[in-house]
């Protein structure tokens, strides 16, 4: 329809919502008229779309706290059909491979991100909501759910571990300690097309360890869509519960990824991978010491600084 004052309505991108958003909190006169409360939603769905893009309107709305139908009602009040055209404007920003400048754009717009010359108050923030998501990752893990993923992790024939882009470094980090534990350890990357070459050789009792963060990457949830396909388990760390490849197995581990980060926040995830090897390591016991005077006995014979 008509573009009024540099916005679309209704919208039809995360841009024009972010538009409609900040006209509205200005009070602009051609800016949908939306309640307090209404507009309060709007602007937390923004700054974390991740939800929005994935949840249904129930679990959203049990997220922030409020009735299925008040998102209903601020779908109707940005001139959209119902929640699902609204969900779609997100569902679409997930997947237009634009999501770090898209993100960091919504925030510094949204006054999330302090402005210049306000470092301290931006390093509080940010150490604040890191503490939020180490507290609620803590919160999400059990010594049940802790104890599978180390149980299935001792027990596999093979363990091969995949992540790409920033996942790879969590991924990394897993494997290379995992090769202290235990043989049959597998870093997989797209290097020299590793990654079709290696998933054959998955079957049953072995195991792949997922990594993965929104934007979720194709060759990764790939990768243990075939494995599962082959007979093998799969292990998913994650930042979500409604990620792909948390819905591809009972066996996973969330790290929680939230506030006012351009990129995703990496800390709980190290400190999953952390807790998960530690509880690995107390169910081996002996043999766990025994591995790793092995590994380090075979580093100091080949004089590895």
Same mark, same amino acid.
């Given at each position: 329809?008509?573009?009024?004052?540099?916005?679309? /309505?209704?919208?039809?991108?995360?841009?024009?919502?972010?538009?409609?958003?900040?006209?509205?909190?200005?009070?602009?006169?051609?800016?949908?008229?939306?309640?307090?409360?209404?507009?309060?939603?709007?602007?937390?769905?923004?700054?974390?779309?991740?939800?929005?893009?994935?949840?249904?309107?129930?679990?959203?709305?049990?997220?922030?706290?409020?009735?299925?139908?008040?998102?209903?009602?601020?779908?109707?009040?940005?001139?959209? /059909?119902?929640?699902?055209?609204?969900?779609?404007?997100?569902?679409? +920003?997930?997947?237009?491979?634009?999501?770090?400048?898209?993100?960091?754009?919504?925030?510094?717009?949204?006054?999330?991100?302090?402005?210049?010359?306000?470092?301290?108050?931006?390093?509080? /923030?940010?150490?604040?909501?890191?503490?939020?998501?180490?507290?609620?990752?803590?919160?999400?893990?059990? +010594?049940?759910?802790?104890?599978?993923?180390?149980?299935?992790?001792?027990?596999?024939?093979?363990?091969?571990?995949?992540?790409?882009?920033?996942?790879?470094?969590?991924?990394?980090?897993?494997?290379?300690?995992?090769?202290?534990?235990?043989?049959?350890?597998?870093?997989? +990357?797209?290097?020299?097309?590793?990654?079709?070459?290696?998933?054959?050789?998955?079957?049953?009792?072995?195991?792949?360890?997922?990594?993965?963060?929104?934007?979720?990457?194709?060759?990764?949830?790939?990768?243990?869509?075939?494995?599962?396909?082959?007979?093998?388990?799969?292990?998913?760390?994650?930042?979500?519960?409604?990620?792909?490849?948390?819905?591809?197995?009972?066996? /996973?581990?969330?790290?929680?990824?939230?506030?006012?980060?351009?990129?995703?926040?990496?800390?709980?995830?190290?400190?999953?991978?952390?807790?998960?090897?530690?509880?690995?390591?107390?169910?081996?016991?002996?043999?766990?010491?025994?591995?790793?005077?092995?590994?380090?006995?075979?580093?100091?014979?080949?004089?590895?600084?």
């Amino acid at each position: 329809m008509a573009d009024h004052d540099g916005f679309d /309505t209704p919208p039809t991108s995360i841009a024009a919502l972010q538009a409609l958003s900040i006209a509205a909190r200005r009070g602009e006169a051609q800016a949908p008229r939306l309640t307090p409360g209404g507009l309060k939603l709007l602007e937390q769905l923004l700054a974390a779309p991740e939800p929005a893009a994935t949840l249904s309107i129930s679990a959203l709305a049990r997220q922030h706290g409020v009735n299925a139908s008040s998102l209903t009602r601020l779908a109707h009040a940005l001139g959209l /059909t119902g929640f699902k055209a609204f969900q779609a404007l997100f569902r679409a +920003d997930a997947t237009n491979g634009a999501f770090y400048s898209t993100r960091a754009e919504r925030l510094l717009d949204l006054g999330q991100v302090p402005s210049e010359g306000d470092h301290p108050v931006q390093q509080q /923030t940010l150490w604040q909501e890191e503490m939020g998501n180490l507290s609620r990752t803590a919160e999400g893990l059990d +010594d049940a759910k802790l104890e599978q993923a180390a149980r299935a992790l001792i027990e596999a024939r093979r363990v091969h571990v995949v992540g790409q882009r920033a996942c790879f470094a969590g991924a990394h980090y897993l494997s290379y300690y995992l090769g202290y534990l235990r043989s049959d350890v597998r870093l997989i +990357d797209s290097l020299g097309g590793l990654n079709l070459e290696a998933v054959r050789e998955l079957g049953e009792g072995d195991l792949v360890v997922g990594v993965s963060y929104r934007p979720e990457t194709r060759i990764s949830v790939d990768y243990c869509q075939q494995a599962l396909e082959q007979g093998a388990q799969l292990l998913a760390l994650t930042n979500h519960g409604s990620a792909r490849l948390a819905t591809m197995t009972e066996m /996973t581990l969330l790290a929680s990824a939230e506030g006012p980060f351009f990129f995703n926040p990496m800390s709980s995830l190290f400190v999953v991978i952390e807790m998960l090897l530690s509880h690995m390591a107390h169910e081996m016991g002996g043999d766990a010491v025994a591995s790793i005077r092995r590994r380090e006995a075979l580093i100091a014979r080949w004089q590895i600084e």
